[in-house]
């Protein structure tokens, strides 16, 4: 069980929007525990302006966005939103 969210899901541990093109940037998330967790991340995030893609990876708590005109501080933002804390800014 999800002890993030309570969802009770385990199942899906990735989830990747296409990336069209432009910078990179990885960002470390504290809270994922599931798939419910991963699929939360990556609708707020994919909702920040300038995003044109986001790869989640559960396993090692990372969260890859691609595009341009994103402040680490807007990803931030919809971390939270999603009710999870980014541990790291990235490169």
Known sequence: MCTACACG?????????????????????SGMTCGHCVSSVSAEIGEVDGVSGVDVELS?????????????????AAVERAGYRLSGTGS
């Open 60 to 76: 090692t708590g990372t969260v890859t966005v691609s595009g341009a005109g994103f402040s680490d501080e807007e990803i931030r």
């Open 9 to 29: 899901t385990a199942d899906a541990t990735t989830a990747t929007t296409a990336t069209k093109s432009g910078d990179r940037s990885v960002y470390s998330v």
